[in-house]
């Protein structure tokens, strides 16, 4: 399994904080659970971080059996709404820059 991670690195504007994990949630969330071949999609809100880390108010996890399966999800139309529906809260919530890894998980859960 690999997952595919899209850092969200900056800040939410002053006082959109609840405005913006709504909008997420609401308006770009379904798109993301659309994806072809994905098998898991977390959202997770950042609510603490060390002192001198970068700034990550939202990573985004999305888990695929393998890397054909990532690279069709990446090429599908579901993206493309992902992408515009993305854009569009970011302009109305978000300062910064979107980074993406690309990880082979191995999990070790007791």
């Not at 939202?58 to 993305?86: G, H, Q």
């Amino acid at each position: 399994m690999i997952t595919r991670f899209a850092m969200f690195e900056g800040q939410v504007k002053a006082g959109q904080t609840d405005a913006f994990r709504a909008a997420v949630l609401a308006e770009v969330l379904p798109h993301w659970k659309s994806f072809p071949g994905a098998l898991a999609v977390r959202v997770c809100f950042a609510d603490d971080r060390d002192e001198g880390a970068p700034e990550l108010p939202l990573i985004l996890a999305i888990s695929y059996p393998d890397r054909v399966a990532m690279d069709a999800a990446l090429a599908s139309p579901e993206r493309a709404k992902a992408k515009a529906a993305t854009e569009a809260v970011l302009a109305r919530h978000f300062d910064g820059r979107i980074h993406h890894h690309v990880t082979v998980a191995n999990e070790h859960v007791r």
